[in-house]
């Protein structure tokens, strides 16, 4: 596989012309699917990371329906194992720390937008210097996980289409134009935003995914990212 592609005549803008980049997080700026490790723990890897590989795949194509089922599989997990996958399996993917630092050193807004939980996506907006950030959040009774998410003011479960609107969002409280934004993702659920973005980027991502971004990212760091936007 060839480590980046370019979609054919396309003309890459410079690093100036943006002043938004939005982020998915799983997989795409950490290693891990967070779910995924969870189950793990609770000795539910098997059946949770099925539904995930199908939803990133894009054959679950309804993502609430999926982290729900997913979510069913856990109550009664200790709230505890959050802090151990924090310390224990989540990992930066290579070059996410110089992407954020050289787009933030160019101006631009960061936006992280996940389908993973708040828990989490904190620790890493923190470490990232993320702008703006959403994500689900956990319902936890008596130290174990419910199954549910918490209600928030826009929404419980961020999806596709909320990434979009997140998105869109954030432009407006910027003064940008979606066509001033980048999008990188890696799965089926990070389409909606990437397609409102003016640069598309697909990071080690699933076929369908790669097949519509403007840049796929397949080998390597994020951090190439800037190598490839030219400087004016």
Same mark, same amino acid.
């Given at each position: 596989?060839? /480590?980046?592609?370019?979609?054919? +005549?396309?003309?890459?803008?410079?690093?100036?012309?943006?002043? @938004?980049?939005?982020?998915?997080?799983?997989?795409?700026?950490?290693?891990?699917?967070?779910?995924?490790?969870?189950?793990?723990?609770?000795?539910?890897?098997?059946?949770?990371?099925?539904?995930?590989?199908?939803?990133?795949?894009?054959?679950?194509?309804?993502?609430?329906?999926?982290?729900?089922?997913?979510?069913?599989?856990?109550?009664?997990?200790?709230?505890?194992?959050?802090?151990?996958?924090?310390?224990?399996?989540?990992?930066?993917?290579?070059?996410?720390?110089?992407?954020?630092?050289?787009?933030? /050193?160019?101006?631009?807004? @960061?936006?992280?937008?996940?389908?993973?939980?708040?828990?989490?996506? /904190?620790?890493? /907006?923190?470490?990232?210097?993320?702008?703006?950030?959403?994500?689900?959040?956990?319902?936890?009774?008596?130290?174990? @996980?419910? +199954?549910?998410?918490?209600?928030?003011?826009?929404?419980?479960?961020?999806?596709?289409?909320?990434?979009?609107?997140?998105?869109?969002?954030?432009?407006?409280?910027?003064?940008?134009?979606?066509?001033?934004?980048?999008?990188?993702?890696?799965?089926?659920?990070?389409?909606?935003?990437?397609?409102?973005? +003016?640069?598309?980027?697909?990071?080690?991502?699933?076929?369908?995914?790669?097949?519509?971004?403007?840049?796929?990212?397949?080998?390597?760091?994020?951090?190439?990212?800037?190598?490839?936007?030219?400087?004016?």
């Amino acid at each position: 596989m060839t /480590a980046i592609v370019l979609r054919p +005549g396309l003309q890459l803008p410079p690093l100036a012309h943006f002043k @938004l980049a939005a982020f998915d997080m799983d997989s795409t700026l950490i290693s891990i699917e967070c779910i995924d490790e969870i189950a793990a723990m609770a000795g539910k890897g098997a059946e949770v990371a099925a539904i995930t590989e199908a939803a990133m795949r894009g054959e679950i194509t309804d993502f609430k329906e999926s982290l729900r089922r997913r979510l069913a599989l856990l109550v009664g997990t200790p709230a505890s194992v959050l802090d151990r996958v924090l310390a224990e399996r989540l990992k930066f993917n290579p070059g996410a720390r110089v992407l954020c630092a050289g787009l933030k /050193a160019a101006g631009l807004k @960061l936006v992280l937008v996940s389908g993973g939980f708040t828990f989490f996506t /904190a620790f890493v /907006a923190r470490e990232l210097g993320m702008d703006y950030v959403r994500s689900n959040e956990l319902e936890i009774v008596d130290g174990a @996980l419910t +199954g549910r998410v918490v209600m928030q003011a826009w929404g419980d479960i961020c999806d596709g289409a909320e990434k979009r609107r997140m998105l869109l969002e954030c432009c407006a409280a910027i003064g940008c134009s979606p066509s001033q934004a980048m999008a990188v993702g890696d799965g089926s659920n990070d389409l909606p935003m990437m397609g409102e973005a +003016g640069l598309s980027v697909a990071y080690h991502a699933k076929p369908k995914v790669r097949e519509q971004a403007m840049v796929a990212i397949n080998e390597g760091g994020l951090d190439q990212l800037l190598a490839l936007l030219p400087s004016t």
